[in-house]
């Protein structure tokens, strides 16, 4: 079981920017490294269901940007720090939610299943509004 720690959640205004970023750690108890493992962001709003809006995958760490935030937002991933960062551009106020990472080893990224993903973190809270 991997501990992920979300962090960066703020309230910004309509247009501008955050970045949040996921700290994984628990690797020693797995037998396995952050390159074993698909790292996804999600996002759940009130009322609404999780939605999978980035996703770096294992083996190379190839980054995969949902359609419905395509162009605004960037994942990234730092081995070396087992850290996985969400970079949010332009955003709007129905970019508002609760954002979490999780980990799997054997999720597939652009199957976007939040229910593929047994690792999650707690959760940072993003809200857009001026």
């Known amino acids: 079981q991997l501990e992920l720690v979300e962090s960066g959640g703020d309230l910004v205004q309509p247009g501008g920017s955050l970045r949040l970023s996921c700290a994984i750690s628990g690797f020693s108890l797995t037998g396995f490294d952050l390159d074993d493992y698909n790292i996804g962001w999600f996002r759940q709003a009130p009322g609404k269901e999780r939605e999978g809006v980035g996703c770096?995958?294992?083996?190379?760490?190839?980054?995969y940007i949902a359609d419905s935030v395509k162009g605004r937002f960037t994942i990234s991933r730092d081995s070396a720090g087992s850290t996985v960062d969400l970079q949010m551009n332009t955003m709007s106020p129905k970019d508002t939610a609760v954002y979490l990472c999780?980990?799997?080893?054997?999720?597939?990224?652009?199957?976007?299943?939040?229910?593929?993903?047994?690792?999650w973190g707690q959760g940072t809270q993003v809200t857009v509004s001026s």
């Open positions: 770096v995958t294992k083996r190379g760490g190839v980054p």
């Open positions: 999780a980990a799997d080893r054997w999720s597939t990224c652009t199957n976007w299943d939040p229910a593929e993903y047994d690792d």
